[in-house]
Every structure is written in structure tokens, then in C-alpha cells.
């Protein structure tokens, strides 16, 4: 809501509170699914979560992920085909997340293609296409892997002990972060390449957010720099 907002989308438009249903509905989907699919490993480390703590029941668990899922696409189709689609394809992507990926290391693929998908649904639903597809797509792919490995690594020692082989613990902490700051160098690289005159603010939003996330390995700066690097990009 907040990207529409930035693409000049109005609050008084119906269409703008349905975009933020649909995507509210798509991340109970996705939230849902992801803990019905972790229960078994939840119980063994005792997390404090819904299932292990039989607040509610992987039956229940289940419907909450299939009905949230339906219940956003049919909101989305209400906004068009086409982001009815962009947003299948989104749900799709966490949903082979939760059942497939997590465990692997292609834990990132989802991520990759997922998240460029975002401001280019809300670009379509606002009815402004990116002006450049090529660089939401370069630029994003890597932004999003470096969020993935970014928020990854603080989990690293439980997920391994889990036996969990994410792209984090293939890694390591140590390349792992470095190549979540290389991944918001080459996306914010991409990006400054299509952001005209906001082109420096790029640059130097990037390269500062790399460079203090290598010295601090806190994931909110990296969060925080890829954030405002697709702003400014969508701003411009």
C-alpha cells in the first residue's frame, strides 16, 4: 500500500484497499502454510508457535493457508486479470517456498521471483506498468536473494541443527553476508542505471548500505537499504 501510495494511487480509491486485502490475504496464505509445514520441526524445538502449542490444528492450520489463498485471488480478480495472475504466481512462489525450498539450497528462488513481483503488481493494479522491466527484474532478482540471506543467518545454528540445508547454511555466516551485500551492490547497481536523476542517491543509498551491513551484519540495514533503493526507484 505504501508503493501505491508512491505511485500516486489514492487512498479514497476503492482499489486501493482491496490491493491491501489481497495481499493481506496472500501472507495469511503464506504465514499458514509455512507453519503447517514446519510443525513437526516447531514441536522438536519448541517453539512458541500456534500448532506446537495446539492452539489451533494443522487441519485448521491447512484451511486457513488454501482458504486465504483462494479468498486473495478472488479479491484480486475483482482489481483484473492480469494482477489476479501476477498475484497467483506470487502466492505460488511462498507457497513452493513452505512445501519445497526451505529446506534447500534453493531457498532463495522463491524470494527471487516473489519479491520483484511486488511493486510490479501494484504498478499494474495502479495502473502504471514499470517503465523498465528489465530493471526491476536484474535489480530485484538480487536484492531479493540478499533480504533472504540477510534474515537467514541469525537462524543459521538453529536451522542447521534442524537439518535444514538453506542456502544460509551452505554458506556460512561469513560468506553468506558477504554476498547479501553483494547482492544489494549489483541490484542497487541495476537500479541506479534506470533512476535518471535520482541516479546518485542510488549509488551512494547502496553502497553505504552494503558497507554498513558488512561492518554491523545487522539485517535491518541491508532491509532498510533495499528498501529505500527501490523508493527512490519507483520515485523517480
Request: no cysteine; aromatic share 8%.
Amino acid at each position: 500500500m505504501g508503493i501505491a501510495v508512491i505511485l500516486r494511487m489514492s487512498p479514497a480509491s476503492g482499489r486501493f484497499w482491496l490491493l491491501g486485502l489481497a495481499m493481506l490475504l496472500a501472507q495469511f496464505s503464506i504465514s499458514a502454510l509455512n507453519d503447517w509445514a514446519d510443525r513437526g520441526r516447531d514441536r522438536e524445538a519448541e517453539r512458541a508457535r500456534p500448532l506446537p502449542l495446539g492452539i489451533i490444528s494443522p487441519r485448521v492450520a491447512l484451511g486457513i493457508a488454501v482458504g486465504s489463498a483462494a479468498a486473495a485471488v478472488l479479491v484480486a480478480l475483482w482489481l483484473g486479470i492480469l494482477p489476479a495472475l501476477l498475484l497467483t504466481a506470487a502466492v505460488a512462489a511462498g507457497w513452493a517456498y513452505d512445501l519445497i525450498a526451505k529446506a534447500t539450497p534453493l531457498s532463495v528462488v522463491p524470494f527471487a521471483i516473489a519479491f520483484p513481483l511486488l511493486p510490479a503488481w501494484v504498478g499494474v493494479v495502479a495502473g502504471q506498468f514499470p517503465r523498465a522491466w528489465w530493471a526491476l527484474i536484474l535489480g530485484g532478482v538480487p536484492i531479493a536473494a540478499a533480504i533472504h540471506l540477510a534474515d537467514a543467518i541469525p537462524d543459521i545454528g538453529s536451522d542447521a541443527g534442524a537439518g535444514l540445508q538453506t542456502m544460509a547454511t551452505t554458506f556460512g555466516p561469513t560468506l553468506a553476508g558477504r554476498v547479501a551485500a553483494l547482492g544489494l551492490l549489483l541490484g542497487g547497481a541495476v537500479l541506479a542505471l534506470d533512476s535518471g536523476p535520482l541516479r546518485l542517491p542510488v549509488v551512494l543509498i547502496t553502497l553505504a548500505g552494503s558497507l554498513i551491513y558488512l561492518r554491523w551484519r545487522n539485517k535491518w540495514i541491508l532491509i532498510g537499504g533495499t528498501v529505500l533503493d527501490v523508493l527512490t526507484w519507483l520515485a523517480w
